[in-house]
């Protein structure tokens, strides 16, 4: 998996991440003498110290910038840091101790303990040991229902559950004679009209990366054929689907197209 | 963010490594903040002086920085941890002693003036009328923007000095006209007296963070206005205000449909209430911000021909070198009743190792107090706590 993000101040370094989900403090958050996180950071005792340090942004005293030389000075800095978004006092301590930092990173991405190469020149960041699918969701809908289906126990993931038409986009296809190709495959519909299309969504489930492409079709008939690759279907009410037992990220996929 | 090829140059090390890392906090808030480009900058003031607050990492930081480069405006430097020649007879350590001192000699060498005051616009770095700067210590900044009407945003001390030494700034924020006009008009019924003025700007402060205000029915001058500067910036985080009637520009400022608040006398009493944690003050330290020339006289000839209770708590006069030296005679009075402190001033100084209560009139004082010193606090104003002495 490959996370383009903002480089804040350069350098390349590779190390286990240490994540936290709330706004973190350097003043009052860390002990600079042995680089582990206090009780307000709700992680106490976890040390930063030669890891790599994710957390959504900094607040707090502009103290902090200097907590950080002191670290520099103990040697118990963390190799670098990962912003969703920087602001001025985590930036200023990791500029002046010369420390990596990348920001306009999703961190909803990333989970602890993830082995990351960094590199803060260019602003990427790269985990091995997750792979990236892209893939077409479609919605179809017909006379304002929506189509949704259930997945049988024969495809790879997501097993039972309920979703929209979707596959994986072929090395050289493109998303959309993808999302025409599945449509045609799964449901044996033809000419599907696109309404619209959503900006790729990413959401990643244990060592996989999602890159979903969604987009919303009217279909012409509510007459479905499925393949194997389902096992039910039904047309719903838009607002039905958050009480069904859904594949992750599609309720972000519908809200996006609706 | 739009790089010279100078700047580009500066930011491969072209130019050293203090000019390299310099560059590279600029760019790195030019980038945060979205600026389109950096703009030259007439002066520059720094927080970040203290030993107290900086440590050992920040006392190693400008050692290096000191190495190879130095600042190419003018620019000065805000309250130390100690007054640098009397720092025994405030009860500071040796050790800390020391370490200020070799924090003071880094600066020199970044060709920085020494006089620490928080007020440097009252003693020679008072940027023009629509001068860009980039200022650091909040109190300081709110007033170049307010009552000179130049141009800083709020800076920390690092990115302050780093402007310092590249001589500019990114432009964004408070830099640009549309980002400086009033946001909300307060509505001030309040006593023409400085303790006051302090006390509306903690209100305003607590109850806008980080709106532009616009004053109506207050005449402050311009110690009235440095004290309601600082509440404003330490209550909120307030940069920019201006007073009807005295700030420069404020004829032609657009106050319609803006949101409109009242303070009182009513909401001052509760900030003041809210402020006083303590009873019997062990320390009265006057002057947050340091005191000027005009309150240096105020307070000497409130004093003048009257005797100090012995049992009195020890008082300090916060004040810049500078004025002292401008006030030989106003000096001798204060002395009979304390101690005219220079280069520092009860937030920055380590006053938790001797002091457990202080008493000031500064509502910015009553702030920091608690968290940063570990005292109980008094807010009151200058006749009473000078009573407090007689």
Redesign the interface.
């Known amino acids: 998996m490959r996370l383009a993000g903002r480089s804040i101040c350069r350098g390349v370094v590779e190390g286990d991440l240490v994540l936290l989900d709330s706004p973190f403090s350097f003043l009052g958050g860390v002990e600079p003498s042995s680089g582990r996180l206090t009780s307000t950071s709700g992680a106490a005792g976890t040390s930063i110290s030669g890891k790599i340090f994710g957390f959504p942004r900094g607040r707090g005293s502009t103290v902090g910038s200097y907590t950080m030389l002191q670290m520099k000075r103990e040697g118990t800095l963390p190799l670098a840091i990962i912003n969703e978004r920087a602001e001025t006092i985590v930036a200023t301590g990791a500029v002046m101790a010369g420390l990596p930092m990348v920001d306009s990173i999703d961190m909803s991405l990333l989970k602890n303990g993830d082995r990351l190469k960094v590199n803060a020149d260019t602003g990427e960041i790269e985990v091995d040991a997750v792979k990236e699918s892209e893939v077409v969701t479609c919605v179809l809908m017909h006379e304002g229902k929506l189509l949704a289906l259930k997945r049988s126990m024969k495809v790879s993931t997501n097993q039972g559950m309920w979703a929209g038409v979707s596959g994986y986009i072929e090395p050289g296809a493109g998303p959309i004679d993808t999302a025409i190709k599945e449509i045609k495959e799964e449901v044996a519909i033809e000419h599907p009209r696109l309404i619209r299309s959503a900006p790729m969504y990413s959401i990643r489930t244990g060592d996989r990366l999602w890159r979903i492409h969604p987009f919303l079709f009217e279909s012409p008939t509510d007459e479905v054929t499925i393949d194997w690759e389902h096992t039910e279907y039904r047309w719903i009410e838009p607002q039905e689907a958050e009480s069904m037992l859904i594949v992750p990220g599609f309720v972000h996929v519908l809200k996006a197209l609706l | 963010m739009f790089l010279t090829k100078e700047e580009e140059q500066m930011l491969a090390g072209e130019r050293g490594l203090g000019h390299q890392?310099a560059m590279?906090?600029l760019a790195?808030?030019g980038?945060?903040y979205d600026a389109d480009r950096l703009i030259p900058i007439t002066s520059a003031h720094l927080?970040?002086v203290s030993y107290k607050?900086?440590?050992?990492?920040?006392s190693?930081?400008l050692m290096e920085m000191a190495r190879d480069s130095k600042v190419c405006v003018p620019t000065t430097l805000n309250p130390a941890g100690m007054d640098l020649q009397r720092w025994r007879d405030m009860g500071v350590s040796s050790s800390f002693a020391e370490k200020q001192k070799a924090i003071i000699d880094s600066y020199g060498k970044l060709g920085v003036e020494t006089n620490c005051t928080c007020t440097p616009y009252f003693t020679g770095n008072a940027p023009k009328q629509g001068d860009a700067v980039a200022w650091a210590e909040s109190s300081a900044l709110s007033y170049v923007n307010s009552v000179l009407n130049a141009r800083t945003n709020r800076e920390?001390?690092?990115?302050a000095l780093a402007a310092a030494i590249i001589g500019k700034t990114p432009r964004y924020g408070l830099h640009l006209d549309e980002n400086r006009a009033p946001t909300v008009i307060i509505e001030a019924a309040v006593e023409d007296e400085i303790t006051a003025y302090s006390l509306l700007g903690h209100a305003v402060g607590l109850k806008v963070g980080a709106a532009i205000p616009y004053f109506k029915n207050i005449r402050p001058d311009c110690n009235g206005l440095k004290t309601m500067a600082a509440a404003m910036a330490a209550a909120g985080s307030v940069a920019k205000f201006h007073v009807e009637g005295v700030t420069p520009g404020w004829q032609s400022q657009e106050l319609k449909g803006l949101e409109k608040i009242s303070i009182g006398s009513k909401e001052l009493a509760a900030a003041k209430d809210a402020l006083t944690s303590g009873r019997e003050p062990d320390l009265i330290a006057l002057g947050c911000p340091h005191l000027s020339q005009m309150e240096m006289k105020m307070l000497a000839s409130m004093l003048d021909g009257k005797q100090r209770n012995r049992d009195a708590p020890e008082v300090w006069f916060c004040t810049s070198r500078v004025v002292k030296t401008w006030c030989p005679k106003e000096t001798a009075v204060l002395e009979r009743f304390g101690k005219v402190v220079c280069d520092t001033c009860m937030i920055v100084a380590p006053i938790e190792a001797n002091h457990k209560c202080t008493a000031t009139n500064s509502a910015k004082a009553c702030t920091y107090l608690p968290g940063l010193c570990s005292q109980k606090v008094v807010c009151d104003s200058y006749p009473v706590l000078l009573e407090m002495i007689l």
Not at chain 2, 53 to 58: A, K, L, R, S, V
Not at chain 2, 156 to 159: A, E, I, L, M, T
């Open positions: 890392r590279e906090l790195a808030l980038k945060i927080s970040g607050t900086i440590g050992d990492g920040g190693d930081f920390g001390g690092p990115g």
